[in-house]
């Protein structure tokens, strides 16, 4: 791999500010290139208002800038989903950035922080453990934090707190419980115990309860993106930020919903000081990108930014994701509009409003998805709508309203994001923990859940997926996923029958997956799984 350079690029970016900081905050990868991580830069902002020294790290950026050709298209969305789901490939991506990885470590075990900081996503665990455990065998006595969306109790955060690199979980968002972790071992004090956070005794995982949110979003200081350099990530001119945390619908896919704890928004006012000050801070900014759950979680609010915005005359353009509810009008879409919003992200999900309804979301109620998406696209504003697969009560004549809708909004949807995970109910999800009320049995596998009537299997989900993706390819539809076909249909076929424990259809698909991606080494294990059962029988 071509690291030259980018390897002591990385050991600078731990010391130069602070020979000894007390925190380093990482983002590890895989994650977007788009923007600087912004958990990095609120979190930064949070320890320094507090009079902690903090460096913060985006070890994803890094790898990206040294990629080279084998790795060209790595961070292309249909490339990275297929990447972090093979940990095969994941460890070869280990193996060609050793170099840079190795001098991120040593510059840690220099540097000697009071405690390393990992935002974990899902696609980010594998490598963000490799590089705990480094750490940890190199600088023992620094305490190893975890956090972010997989971090959770109800992802991987119980069997997280047990890896030997990592020390402390914390718990939905981080401030309070970091600062607090800080606090503590400034004095010496144990952070066993800490609230919001999961520790390890003795071999086991002791879950340490919940601590109170932030109440107030108002009083969080803007977020500091001072270590992290805008000219380095695929969109230069953009700058990530939140008004508000959590969301107003209560989907029960929603994994979301117990990391934030309930929505809370912040003051029109708030959100527009913190673009003035950042815009003046970075010039070069010339688009917000809000990376809320849902923008319009308050209209008044939403509405009341847009009027400060045209009020100002700040020329700006602004970019979120929004939920379907009937307040979003042509005239509020035109005042959107004339306020600098260029593309908002619906949660659409399903073109049924009696099923919206049943997966949980309640601002749609009495809206008209159909209305919704005519109205923004006669202001001018580009939208993208989500859809999902085989949700909990969904028919084949919702199924086939999705697509109908399709038809008849082609050139008014601006584009399509079908979910490749069709419809999935994690851990912590309302429809995990209640599965009978939505008539979901979860026995066999959560992946490959079932309805209790037997109507809506994986294989139900799938047809109706690739059924969508054919469409939208047929009347040229902008789409995320670009692909009439499930890229990985052949693995998760033969997971899927493998989970119905029937080898010999498990078997032949785990084939012809390897036929595609012959190194695959978890998928060729699971095959000569099925191929023992079947010798056996």
Not at 74 to 98: G, N, T, Y
Not at 306 to 324: C, E, N, P
Not at 389 to 401: I, R, S, Y
Not at 508 to 516: D, G, N, Q, T
Request: charge should be negative.
């Amino acid at each position: 791999m071509p690291t030259d350079g980018v390897a002591r690029d990385v050991s600078v970016q731990v010391s130069a500010r602070e020979a000894a900081p007390d925190l380093v905050l990482v983002q590890a990868p895989i994650w977007g290139i788009s923007t600087p991580p912004l958990a990095l830069a609120m979190l930064s902002a949070w320890v320094r208002q507090h009079g902690y020294r903090v460096r913060p790290v985006d070890l994803n950026v890094e790898c990206y800038l040294a990629r080279g050709a084998k790795y060209e298209r790595l961070w292309e969305l249909e490339e990275s989903l297929l990447f972090w789901q093979s940990p095969s490939r994941v460890e070869e991506f280990i193996l060609d950035f050793a170099d840079l990885f190795e001098a991120f470590v040593a510059s840690i075990a220099e540097a000697r922080p009071r405690a390393v900081g990992f935002t974990f996503y899902h696609s980010s665990c594998q490598i963000s453990l490799h590089l705990a455990g480094l750490i940890k065998a190199r600088a023992p006595e620094t305490t190893i934090l975890a956090g972010g969306p997989h971090a959770s109790r109800y992802m991987a955060g119980r069997s997280m707190a047990l890896h030997p690199g990592i020390d402390v979980v914390v718990q939905g968002e981080g401030e309070l419980a970091l600062l607090e972790i800080l606090d503590r071992l400034r004095t010496g004090e144990s952070v066993d115990d800490c609230p919001g956070t999961i520790t390890k005794r003795d071999g086991v995982a002791v879950d340490h309860g919940d601590r109170a949110v932030m109440a107030n979003l108002g009083a969080l200081p803007f977020p500091d993106f001072s270590d992290l350099d805008f000219s380095r990530y695929r969109d230069p001119f953009k700058l990530p930020m939140m008004s508000s945390r959590g969301c107003v619908n209560r989907c029960i896919f929603c994994n979301e919903r117990p990391f934030w704890r309930g929505y809370r928004g912040m003051p029109a006012e708030r959100i527009f000081a913190e673009i003035e000050s950042q815009m003046a801070r970075y010039p070069q900014v010339d688009t917000i990108d809000f990376q809320d759950s849902a923008v319009n979680g308050n209209i008044r609010e939403l509405e009341r930014f847009a009027d400060l915005v045209i009020a100002s005359g700040r020329k700006i353009r602004w970019t979120g994701q929004a939920v379907i509810r009937r307040e979003m009008t042509f005239e509020l879409a035109s005042k959107l509009v004339q306020s600098g919003c260029s593309c908002l992200a619906f949660g659409l999900e399903t073109a049924s409003t009696s099923l919206m309804r049943t997966i949980g979301k309640n601002a749609a109620n009495g809206a008209a998805p159909e209305q919704v998406i005519k109205d923004c696209a006669r202001a001018g504003l580009g939208c993208a709508y989500n859809f999902m697969f085989g949700l909990p009560g969904e028919t084949d004549l919702d199924a086939q309203n999705s697509m109908d809708l399709l038809r008849r909004c082609a050139r008014e949807i601006g584009t399509v994001n079908p979910s490749p995970a069709f419809c999935g109910f994690c851990p912590g999800t309302l429809g995990f923990e209640n599965p009978e009320k939505y008539g979901i049995d979860l026995t066999a596998n959560p992946n490959y859940w079932r309805s209790t009537d037997g109507t809506n299997t994986f294989l139900t989900r799938l047809a109706r997926f690739e059924a969508f993706c054919s469409l939208v390819d047929d009347l040229k539809i902008p789409t995320t996923y670009r692909s009439r076909l499930l890229m990985d249909r052949e693995r998760a076929i033969a997971n899927y029958h493998l989970v119905q424990g029937n080898s010999e259809e498990a078997a032949k698909w785990f084939k012809e997956w390897l036929a595609r991606e012959p190194n695959d080494r978890s998928a060729r294990a699971r095959l000569d799984e099925c191929e023992r059962q079947l010798g056996a029988g």
